[in-house]
């Protein structure tokens, strides 16, 4: 597994990130397909639009801890 995702991954963990964005962000940074649209929510797109580019910028505002 690449380094960069799993540090990131246990960065977001660790600091109680919203479990949505963590779950967007895995799914954007690995090109999955989103989920259908009934089950999307504000944490999880914007999870998914950050994993996409590989940023690790804005996860910090997702936190819930």
Known sequence: ???FYYDAVTKM???GVDDEY???WQCGFLQNPKRE???LTEAYEAGYSDGE???TDNF???VTA
């Open 13 to 15: 963990e660790q600091l």
């Open 60 to 62: 910090e505002q997702w």
């Open 1 to 3: 597994m690449n380094q």
């Open 37 to 39: 649209e009934q089950r």
């Open 53 to 55: 580019e590989k940023s």
């Open 22 to 24: 963590i779950q967007g």
